[in-house]
């Protein structure tokens, strides 16, 4: 079993009609490949997660990037793991709204995280600041 995560930017804000298209192709085709997953749709961006046969979500990968619906894929992660984690979903769906953050407790805004002295690994670091300019744009700090 492998997964693979990665990070898209949406060419445009999409309609509901539309992430109700995106959906239903997404599940059906992901059904006929056994692939399983989740995605996250926001202002600004798309997460998904998909796990399956390795070559089958090299494939489907490439048939993504290729997607107008978005651009600036990101990919997070991309390796074997002992089993799905989303095995009853060929496509989970959660819309994000960012306000809701705001009620999480410790949470803050991503422009405000300070990667300095966190005990995380120099990778570990550069890939957050990646994603953090990916999300807020290259003037990010």
Not at 26 to 54: I, K, S
Not at 80 to 104: N, T
């Amino acid at each position: 079993m492998h997964h693979l995560i990665y990070l898209s930017t949406p060419s445009h804000a999409l309609t509901d009609a539309e992430l109700g298209e995106l959906l239903r192709s997404a599940r059906a085709r992901n059904a006929e490949l056994n692939v399983t997953g989740m995605l996250f749709y926001g202002p600004g961006h798309f997460l998904q997660l998909l796990e399956g046969d390795e070559l089958t979500l090299a494939a489907l990968y490439e048939h993504i990037g290729q997607d107008a619906r978005h651009h600036s894929l990101v990919k997070l992660a991309d390796k074997a793991v002992v089993g799905r984690s989303f095995g009853d979903w060929a496509m989970a769906f959660r819309p994000l709204d960012p306000e809701l953050f705001r009620y999480v407790h410790g949470y803050q805004p991503l422009e405000d995280v300070n990667l300095v002295n966190t005990g995380l690994s120099h990778a570990d670091v550069m890939l957050l600041e990646l994603l953090r300019t990916h999300l807020l744009g290259p003037q990010a700090d």
